[in-house]
């Protein structure tokens, strides 16, 4: 123990502290001989009589002494002084005071056992008692962590500091959690990817330690499975990990990844456990200081008053606002996926058994009335219409025969045949003339594509192609059962087409009709409109989004009453 290592020991425990104003404390070293060690905090700054008298009387009696607040010269708040004393084996070896701010009644006892921490801490100092070179690898590494400005800062200095001085691949720092570690720090790594593979066998190397020994070694304790995993991943000859103890528990691991072609040795392990011993309570005070100052620097943001009410008035004003504007009415509209379809559908059919001779409109194609879109093979009807006209002039031939020979009779027999000639020959003639289908009015293909089957046989009835017209459209509307008693025909809408988003269409509800069964359409309903707005780029098939007016609501009953129905059904499907 040395008078730098006291001090340092001091400024840490007053920095942990909040309000801490000023401390000193002294400690007699072993040996008879030894001269008693005192120190000062702020550094080379003094310390009034009273807080030296209460060191004093710390060291002659058991437990901490309080002293009465008063007030200062200076006319601000009174201090607390608060003196402990430092033992080692039930032997008092000094002790330590402070001086703070006022704080709660409530907090007296956390600030006791920040002190039993940095004295049990301390007591771990005196009793070292390794050689130069151990107390200077300690000495360096309570430097890094004293000189960093937070815990994550003396991590990642410590870890460095014991790769490079011990000459290890790789040192890593856990904090121990309620479910498992956390890593603070790679002496290779200023960031630590939390999910990455090298991080997962670190936490798990760590967790091992814990449920078999505070001291790990591997390959010489046995062959757990953590560590030998960790080994062979990263190609190390030898991992150490370590517990660091802190009061009843402990702080966290230390693991320290090797590449030597020999073994750590006894005397390392030995160091390595003295380390452990002393930088647990270390870090452990460094994080329950920034715990409190994180704490304190809370509370006096809570205690300014002004800035209190003000938010308050805040969330008043702004809880204010939000009721009106959900009390206010707006209008309610009923909305479901739409599809635009023709208000008629003409059907071109087979009008005979054949086959499709060519095609020269397909779907999607704009048409004139008039306008050739398909023809059927005739030429098997044309054979046909000449052979009929054939038999129909030798049937006339021997009807004028009979009658010169008056076989009257047999005239009325041929005359009979050539009737019925005639009719097949009409009939004939009517089908040809049906072989070219033509559209029948103005209008657009939405249905058909016979370019892709020329020659294909067709029966008689079979739909060739679908008409629509132009300018006579209706809209198709999907609605949920539970919407479908909001809207009635004659109510108005706005039609959204994905195609044409920059320009919204009015209709009027004409027709609701329930949607064909199925799982899909189970519980929906179709409801059919008419456009008031004409368009000339208007296409059946196009698909948008429709709204239907269904009056005036509050905007709170809009946004909630989805979730009240279906908790009002769901409630009385349960209750019995």
Same mark, same amino acid.
């Given at each position: 123990?040395?008078?730098?290592?006291?001090?340092?020991?001091?400024?840490?425990?007053?920095?942990?502290?909040?309000?801490?104003?000023?401390?000193?404390?002294?400690?007699?070293?072993?040996?008879?001989?030894?001269?008693?060690?005192?120190?000062?905090?702020?550094?080379?700054?003094?310390?009034?009589?009273?807080?030296?008298?209460?060191?004093?009387?710390?060291?002659?009696?058991?437990?901490?002494?309080?002293?009465? %607040?008063?007030?200062?010269?200076?006319?601000?708040?009174?201090?607390? $002084?608060?003196?402990?004393?430092?033992?080692?084996?039930?032997?008092?070896?000094?002790?330590?005071?402070?001086?703070?701010?006022?704080?709660?009644?409530?907090?007296?006892?956390?600030?006791?056992?920040?002190?039993?921490? !940095?004295?049990?801490?301390?007591?771990?100092?005196?009793?070292?008692?390794?050689?130069?070179?151990?107390?200077?690898?300690?000495? !360096?590494?309570?430097?890094?962590?004293?000189?960093?400005?937070?815990?994550?800062?003396?991590?990642?200095?410590?870890?460095?500091?014991?790769?490079? =001085?011990?000459?290890?691949?790789?040192?890593?720092?856990?904090?121990?959690?309620?479910?498992?570690?956390?890593?603070?720090?790679?002496?290779?790594?200023?960031?630590?990817?939390?999910?990455?593979?090298?991080?997962?066998?670190?936490?798990?190397?760590?967790?091992?330690?814990?449920?078999?020994?505070?001291?790990?070694?591997?390959?010489?304790?046995?062959?757990? %499975?953590?560590?030998?995993?960790?080994?062979?991943?990263?190609?190390?000859?030898?991992?150490?990990?370590?517990?660091?103890?802190?009061?009843?528990?402990?702080?966290?691991?230390?693991?320290?990844?090797?590449?030597?072609?020999?073994?750590?040795?006894?005397?390392?392990?030995?160091?390595?456990?003295?380390?452990?011993?002393?930088?647990?309570?270390?870090?452990?005070?460094?994080?329950?200081?920034?715990?409190?100052?994180?704490?304190?620097? #809370?509370? #006096?943001?809570?205690?300014?008053?002004?800035?209190?009410?003000?938010?308050?008035?805040?969330?008043?004003?702004?809880?204010?606002?939000?009721?009106?504007?959900?009390?206010?009415?707006?209008?309610?509209?009923?909305?479901?996926?739409?599809?635009?379809?023709?208000?008629?559908?003409?059907?071109?059919?087979?009008?005979?058994?054949?086959?499709?001779?060519?095609?020269?409109?397909?779907?999607?194609?704009?048409?004139?009335?008039?306008?050739?879109?398909?023809?059927?093979?005739? =030429?098997?009807?044309?054979?046909?219409?000449?052979?009929?006209? !054939?038999?129909?002039?030798?049937?006339?031939? #021997?009807?004028?025969?009979?009658?010169?020979?008056?076989?009257?009779?047999?005239?009325?027999?041929?005359?009979?045949?050539?009737? #019925?000639?005639?009719?097949?020959?009409?009939?004939?003639?009517?089908?040809?003339?049906?072989?070219?289908?033509?559209?029948?009015?103005?209008?657009?293909?939405?249905?058909?594509?016979?370019? $892709?089957?020329?020659?294909?046989?067709?029966?008689?009835?079979?739909?060739?192609?679908?008409?629509?017209?132009?300018?006579?459209? =209706?809209?198709?509307?999907?609605?949920?059962?539970?919407?479908?008693?909001?809207?009635?025909?004659?109510?108005?809408?706005?039609?959204?087409?994905?195609?044409?988003?920059?320009?919204?269409?009015?209709?009027?509800?004409?027709?609701?009709?329930?949607?064909?069964?199925?799982?899909?359409?189970?519980?929906?309903?179709?409801?059919?409109?008419?456009?008031?707005?004409?368009?000339?780029?208007?296409?059946?098939?196009?698909?948008?989004?429709?709204?239907?007016?269904?009056?005036?609501?509050?905007?709170?009953?809009?946004?909630?009453?989805?979730?009240?129905?279906?908790?009002?059904?769901?409630?009385?499907?349960?209750? %019995?």
């Amino acid at each position: 123990m040395n008078q730098a290592l006291l001090q340092s020991w001091l400024s840490l425990q007053c920095q942990a502290m909040p309000g801490a104003v000023s401390a000193c404390a002294r400690v007699h070293p072993r040996g008879e001989e030894a001269e008693s060690l005192s120190v000062v905090w702020p550094v080379n700054g003094s310390t009034d009589e009273e807080l030296r008298k209460l060191l004093d009387m710390a060291e002659q009696s058991d437990g901490a002494v309080t002293a009465t %607040p008063r007030a200062r010269a200076d006319g601000k708040g009174p201090l607390l $002084r608060i003196a402990h004393p430092i033992d080692s084996d039930g032997e008092i070896k000094g002790a330590i005071a402070i001086s703070l701010e006022r704080i709660p009644d409530s907090q007296h006892r956390s600030v006791l056992r920040l002190i039993e921490w !940095g004295n049990s801490w301390l007591g771990l100092l005196q009793h070292q008692s390794g050689n130069n070179e151990q107390e200077q690898l300690l000495a !360096g590494a309570i430097q890094c962590v004293l000189q960093a400005q937070s815990l994550h800062h003396a991590a990642i200095a410590l870890c460095g500091y014991l790769a490079h =001085r011990c000459g290890y691949e790789r040192v890593a720092l856990g904090l121990k959690r309620q479910r498992g570690y956390q890593l603070l720090a790679l002496s290779d790594s200023a960031q630590i990817p939390a999910r990455s593979e090298l991080a997962r066998l670190l936490r798990s190397a760590m967790q091992e330690a814990e449920t078999r020994a505070p001291l790990l070694h591997w390959p010489a304790d046995g062959d757990p %499975p953590a560590h030998h995993a960790l080994a062979e991943t990263e190609r190390d000859s030898a991992v150490v990990t370590l517990l660091l103890p802190a009061g009843s528990g402990h702080f966290g691991a230390l693991c320290c990844e090797s590449q030597r072609a020999e073994p750590h040795s006894a005397a390392e392990l030995n160091q390595l456990k003295g380390l452990a011993t002393h930088l647990g309570p270390l870090l452990a005070l460094k994080r329950a200081g920034e715990r409190r100052l994180s704490i304190s620097g #809370q509370r #006096q943001q809570e205690t300014r008053p002004h800035a209190a009410l003000l938010r308050r008035a805040l969330i008043a004003f702004l809880l204010l606002a939000a009721g009106l504007y959900l009390a206010g009415g707006d209008r309610y509209r009923v909305g479901g996926p739409a599809e635009l379809e023709g208000a008629l559908h003409r059907a071109l059919i087979a009008p005979f058994d054949g086959y499709i001779a060519s095609a020269h409109a397909r779907a999607g194609e704009t048409v004139a009335r008039g306008t050739l879109l398909a023809e059927l093979e005739d =030429r098997e009807l044309k054979l046909e219409l000449r052979q009929l006209q !054939g038999e129909q002039s030798e049937l006339e031939k #021997q009807y004028r025969q009979a009658l010169a020979r008056l076989e009257h009779a047999q005239a009325r027999i041929f005359e009979a045949q050539i009737a #019925q000639a005639e009719a097949r020959i009409e009939l004939l003639q009517q089908q040809l003339e049906r072989v070219r289908l033509r559209a029948p009015f103005d209008g657009v293909v939405v249905a058909g594509d016979l370019s $892709r089957s020329l020659g294909k046989p067709v029966k008689r009835g079979e739909v060739l192609l679908e008409v629509a017209p132009l300018a006579d459209y =209706r809209v198709a509307i999907e609605v949920a059962g539970r919407d479908i008693a909001e809207i009635d025909p004659g109510e108005h809408g706005t039609l959204l087409l994905a195609a044409r988003p920059e320009r919204p269409l009015r209709f009027t509800v004409s027709n609701i009709t329930r949607m064909p069964g199925g799982s899909e359409n189970a519980g929906r309903f179709r409801v059919e409109a008419r456009l008031l707005d004409g368009d000339e780029d208007l296409r059946p098939g196009l698909r948008g989004v429709a709204k239907v007016d269904a009056g005036e609501r509050s905007r709170f009953w809009i946004w909630s009453h989805e979730i009240s129905d279906w908790m009002r059904y769901r409630l009385w499907a349960w209750l %019995p």
